[in-house]
């Protein structure tokens, strides 16, 4: 499995999982993600108000952003 990046539809889904309880490995099977991924994303853009799908896209845009540029 290769790393792909969630989209903001993903994040939704996300969201509304872990507010009904959902575990993260049933999340990871219905968005076809491995466990770590779905993990990984959870860690790094849940908020004081927990895991919110617009603030984990923003999070994620302003990381890919900011993040080391290749030079050629």
Known sequence: MSYTH???EERYYIEIELKKGTSQNKI???LEQ???NISREIKRNTGQRGYRHK???DFAQ???KNKP???N
Do not use: G, M, T, V
């Open 6 to 8: 969630l989209c903001p």
């Open 28 to 30: 990871a099977e219905a």
């Open 34 to 36: 491995s466990q770590s």
């Open 55 to 57: 603030q984990a896209e």
């Open 62 to 64: 302003e990381r890919h």
């Open 69 to 71: 540029k290749r030079l």
